[in-house]
């Protein structure tokens, strides 16, 4: 079956830093990945998306790379702000569905 | 350009009662997937419709029903509420089920 595996948070980290949230799968064939972000009160945003082996994806500072050999795809930011506090998931799509990860809460500190 | 629109935003029931979710899938979007998320957890997924066709279902219940229309809109019934429906219901829409699925704010279900 289908499984994505990120890391536990909560990640509390000052502003400028560098964030990194680990995240590997389990899938039969080769799924799309992507990262979707979630604030407060509010439903997913897609943050970026990869279609296939060695792809990366990339959205307002945030990268990942689609890594086949490793079965990752791990979120990247150089240099946070604060307003990049929310939950991220990372997702594969298979089988006509999105399969999510638990979640990692991230907290930006001015 | 609209995009997902879910309603109600939120709604309380009790147990054993029955409720209805709607969702109206963003503009060009024919493709409607519902998902569950308990409160600090990722989203599960419970079905996708294509052509008024329940095309996918996910491990959910009977109780989980739903519907698509010709105008791509859809609904989520779920039957004999239990304490554990309590979630934020997430629909999703996209082109011909291709990626990605573009998400609503939910459905906020409390069950008393």
């Known amino acids: 079956g289908n499984s994505v595996t990120q890391m536990e948070g909560p990640v509390t980290l000052s502003e400028e830093a560098f964030l990194t949230i680990n995240c590997t799968y389990t899938?039969?064939?080769?799924?799309?990945l992507f990262w979707y972000v979630q604030y407060p009160g509010e439903g997913l945003q897609l943050l970026l998306k990869a279609t296939k082996a060695d792809d990366k994806g990339s959205n307002k500072g945030f990268e990942a790379t689609y890594r086949k050999e490793t079965t990752s795809f791990h979120l990247e930011k150089g240099s946070v702000q604060v307003s990049d506090s929310a939950v991220y998931f990372c997702?594969?799509?298979?089988?006509?569905?999105?399969?999510f990860g638990a979640g990692t809460t991230v907290t930006v500190r001015a | 350009d609209a995009g997902v629109t879910q309603s109600p935003t939120h709604l309380i029931k009790t147990r054993g009662q029955q409720v209805t979710l709607r969702c109206s899938p963003k503009s060009g979007h024919d493709t409607v997937s519902w998902y569950q998320q308990a409160l600090g957890q990722g989203p599960q997924f419970i079905f996708q419709y294509y052509e008024e066709e329940e095309r996918q279902r996910g491990n959910f219940p009977d109780r989980f029903s739903g519907h698509q229309f010709p105008n791509y809109s859809s609904e989520l019934n779920v039957n004999a509420l239990l304490l554990g429906d309590s979630a934020l219901y997430l629909c999703a829409s996209s082109p011909r089920g291709n990626q990605p699925q573009h998400f609503g704010d939910g459905t906020r279900l409390s069950i008393l």
């Open positions: 997702a594969l799509y298979n089988d006509y569905k999105l399969s």
């Open positions: 899938a039969t064939g080769y799924p799309s």
